[in-house]
């Protein structure tokens, strides 16, 4: 049977579609949702200090933001499932490679490298689900899948990497990709873009608008803060005396409750349109940030992470919807894509460089800022959106 029979099988609407599509947008970038969990393995595995942990995955997360620039201005024309076939091999290529290096100055080029490659699988991922027929319910799914297979690797890692070192972390991302490959031939095709919009012409053109911009700083704020915050979430348990295991099962605790935000998204989708989701997710996400101030209660700090991953969970796929809706080829659903990836690196970088003098403080203090920076602009462009 060919992969076009296999790829007819499915419903675009179908909730089996919806997995596949999403899983094929994770796999690139599947180190995210290990969270702080991947950042600690650098901490602990190699035994470098929390500043340069952070450089490594800032530097998968901004050649991530390179791959998916570059999937922006080629997602509409590109054979998508024979690309991302390349993407998924190179990227388990250099995991491959990644394992046998422990200087981090080689692994933060290696491992941006290794970001570029999926990044780039993760824009043209993108670019597919905002070419279905509802791609706000897809995104919401999308952040369903990203948390429960991020769930499953918070708790994993950390006792991999205990056993095994390091290197299991990268064995983790190899065993995700190699299973998005073997569902690569099921996930249902979707339209192409006309041929008028798969010519030479207009290469490099992005068809930005005040609006376009306003949500595309809202997401990367966004993105920027929540990650600032998670990737050093491990940093700040052992801080208030948790051991890596107390930490890894209330982090995967939380991350499962987290997938409920992707969930409702699924179920609600564009009912009441994009404003008020907006406002309720991004508002939840500040205060509950500005609460890891009080993370030396338990309770605290295990509630903060849960309403703040629900939050995110809930706020991207109407973010990344909004994007979506500035074109029909899904090129604005790359473009924001990028914009995620920066976000999702930039967090990080800022963190790694207060981390050692101002310490978690002051990383808390200005993800909240970002955050509601980010519920402004996002407000105003959905409400301007929902009137014309």
């Known amino acids: 049977m060919t992969t076009y029979k296999f790829s007819s099988t499915l419903n675009q609407s179908s909730v089996l579609a919806a997995i ?4 094929v947008a994770t796999a690139g970038l599947f180190y995210v949702n290990l969270g702080g969990a991947f950042l600690s393995a650098f901490v602990d595995g190699l035994g470098v200090e929390r500043d340069v942990a952070g450089y490594i995955v800032s530097a998968n997360k901004y050649g991530a933001a390179f791959g998916a620039l570059i999937a922006t201005f080629i997602v509409k024309r590109v054979e998508w499932r024979k690309v991302i076939r390349l993407l998924f091999m190179a990227l388990i290529a250099f995991d491959l490679i990644s394992t046998q290096f422990s200087n981090p100055q080689t692994l933060i080029i290696l491992r941006f490298i290794h970001g570029t490659i999926g990044g780039l699988s993760v824009g043209i991922g993108l670019s597919i689900i ?118 890894s099962n209330i982090l995967t605790l939380a991350n499962i409750i987290s997938i ?49 991953g629900i939050a995110w969970g809930f706020t991207i796929p109407y973010l990344l919807g909004l994007c979506a809706t500035f074109d029909f080829h899904g090129q604005m659903a790359a473009l924001a894509g990028f914009v995620s990836k920066m976000g999702l690196a930039s967090g990080p970088l800022v963190g790694s460089l207060f981390i050692i003098s101002n310490g978690f403080s002051y990383i808390i203090n200005l993800a909240t800022i970002a955050l509601l920076i980010a519920l402004i602009l996002s407000v105003y462009v959905s409400k301007n959106h929902e009137k014309s």
């Open 20 to 23: 596949l599509y999403s899983i």
């Open 130 to 247: 905002a070419r279905t027929y509802n791609p706000d319910k897809i995104f919401g799914m999308l952040l369903v899948v990203q948390y429960s297979f991020g769930s499953l690797g918070i708790w994993l890692v950390p006792r991999l990497v205990d056993s095994f070192g390091y290197s299991a972390a990268f064995g983790t991302l190899i065993s995700f990709t190699l299973m998005t490959l073997l569902i690569l031939p099921f996930v249902p095709n979707v339209e192409s873009p006309s041929k008028s919009d798969n010519t030479t012409s207009g290469l490099f053109q992005i068809p930005m608008t005040m609006m376009l911009f306003f949500v595309l700083c809202a997401l990367f704020l966004f993105q920027a803060a929540n990650m600032g915050v998670a990737d050093y979430a491990f940093e700040l348990g052992k801080d208030i005396g948790l051991s890596n295991n107390e930490i």
């Open 260 to 308: 409920s935000g992707g969930l409702l998204v699924y179920i609600i989708g564009t009912r009441f349109g994009r404003t008020i989701p907006l406002i309720i997710g991004i508002s939840v996400a500040s205060i509950f940030t500005y609460l890891l101030h009080y993370s030396d209660n338990t309770n605290i700090y295990f509630i903060a992470n849960t309403f703040t």
